[in-house]
């Protein structure tokens, strides 16, 4: 099975910049989309129910902002789409689903460099986020992707030194991402890649980052223990973020057979 994460920066321009000819190029099984900014009905027909996907939508209450996506060439189980029934969630930033038998999580944590009201909304957010991981930790196997607005370590951010201070890249922000792995989460694209610099993920629009390929890792797959024995390999895509969006996709390997699943729940929620 190939699981791919992207944050695609609003899918109607993406679709405009060459989005469908990489996902045909990338071929996922699975796609795990995050800031989708649209309402199905905004999209046309052959992206709001595309053929040969099953696909869930929880777009944003607020028009034109954030919202994910699931989409799959297997049916699947949507099994709910906030991190708890005591915390709603307006944004659009999550979808939890069983696909071919495996959990997988679509999830785009907010981003406080708006604001420092977006960063309290952001430091609410790990925190329910950590409580929602150590649930599903020690259960089934699990993967959950997204954008996570966190870069962890200096080798995963190209000027660490410059953003000690900015929104992603805060000393507590770090804490608790490695707080997340001690607990027994796998980054699957650090594991496959090594202790080097990148690869990156996200790149500014600014001073030719993306060419330059000075950016940030903050879009991940990571994975429970029980579905760590079934990794076998991770890419990110770099050459789709120079032409379609300023994230790249990240897509992770499992030899994990893509049998039928139970019936999908997929016409929107």
């Not at 309290?120 to 790990?126: A, C, F, G, H, M």
């Amino acid at each position: 099975m190939k699981l791919t994460t992207w944050n695609v920066n609003g899918l109607r321009a993406a679709l405009r910049k060459g989005f469908l000819g990489y996902l045909e190029q990338i071929d996922p099984d699975v796609l795990l989309l995050q800031e989708v900014r649209a309402f199905p009905d905004q999209l046309p027909a052959e992206i709001s129910s595309p053929t040969g996907w099953h696909v869930v939508w929880n777009p944003a209450v607020r028009p034109g902002y954030s919202g994910t996506a699931i989409w799959s060439k297997q049916p699947f189980e949507v099994r709910g789409t906030s991190l708890s029934a005591r915390w709603p969630d307006d944004e659009g930033r999550l979808i939890e689903a069983t696909v071919a038998g495996l959990e997988v999580v679509c999830v785009y944590l907010p981003s406080g460099s708006s604001s420092p009201e977006r960063q309290q909304v952001k430091d609410v957010w790990l925190k329910r986020f950590r409580r929602w991981s150590d649930r599903r930790r020690s259960g089934a196997p699990l993967v959950f992707g997204g954008d996570i607005n966190v870069a962890h370590t200096e080798k995963d951010i190209f000027h660490a030194k410059s953003n000690e201070q900015t929104s992603g890249f805060l000393p507590h922000e770090r804490e608790w991402f490695g707080k997340l792995l001690k607990s027994g989460w796998h980054d699957l694209v650090r594991e496959h890649h090594g202790d080097c610099h990148g690869p990156y993920s996200w790149w500014s629009n600014r001073g030719r980052a993306r060419e330059l390929d000075r950016g940030w890792r903050i879009d991940y797959l990571l994975c429970n223990a029980a579905a760590r024995p079934h990794f076998r390999a991770a890419t990110i895509h770099r050459e789709a973020a120079l032409d379609v969006s300023d994230h790249a996709p990240v897509t992770v390997e499992l030899d994990w057979p893509c049998r039928a699943a139970a019936p999908a729940s997929a016409a929107g929620v």
